[in-house]
């Protein structure tokens, strides 16, 4: 009997060690996150959203970004224009934040237009026709900081199938891209079906 209990004892003894060996492991590798994050966190260089001047908090172009965002994500796009809008006049023509928010502005304008046409339906052309204009005009805006962007030539080229504007009419500025120029379809014969007349 005596056997048993030592036995028993002896077992438990190894199970309890071996349970507080996983726990100590645990809480040391627990310590060690613990302290990468507080290395990573005193390693981010603090990002200043707002600078107090004398008379009133002077928002930096970065905090109105993040609120044009916010709003835009709250379904309030009036405000997120105008957060856009002051962003544009802080920053210069070089800031890859003034292309962004014109590119941003260009999705609000678009995302409202195709809720009013989606809730409405057509004869909500009136309201969303316009703002299919002010999109154009964000994207070629944005397009011409950075002629490349594939995201806002594309943004752009569906905004224009949704509402083509013709040399007649009074729009915004039409985008002059050389790109854009080439991927027309070439004028004249080549573009139309069949043989020219007085050709064999």
Request: cysteine-free; charged content about 20%.
């Amino acid at each position: 009997m005596n056997g048993k209990l030592a036995g028993v004892m002896r077992r438990g003894i190894l199970w309890a060690g071996l349970i507080v060996l996983i726990a100590t492991l645990m809480l040391i590798r627990q310590l060690i996150e613990m302290y990468q994050a507080q290395v990573y966190r005193s390693s981010l260089e603090p990002q200043v959203l707002i600078r107090q001047s004398l008379f009133s908090a002077n928002q930096t172009p970065q905090a109105l970004f993040a609120n044009a965002v916010f709003y835009d994500n709250q379904l309030k796009p009036e405000q997120a224009l105008a957060q856009y809008a002051a962003l544009v006049s802080k920053v210069g023509e070089d800031d890859p934040l003034r292309k962004q928010a014109y590119f941003n502005a260009g999705n609000l304008y678009m995302r409202t237009a195709t809720r009013l046409l989606e809730q409405r339906g057509l004869p909500a052309w009136d309201e969303a026709g316009p703002l299919v204009a002010l999109a154009k005009e964000s994207y070629q805006k944005a397009l011409r900081i950075q002629p490349d962007w594939s995201e806002a030539k594309y943004n752009y080229h569906l905004a224009l199938r949704l509402s083509p504007t013709s040399h007649g009419m009074s729009g915004p500025q039409q985008y002059e891209d050389d790109q854009i120029k080439a991927e027309e379809q070439p004028s004249g014969w080549p573009a139309m079906p069949g043989n020219p007349r007085g050709m064999p």
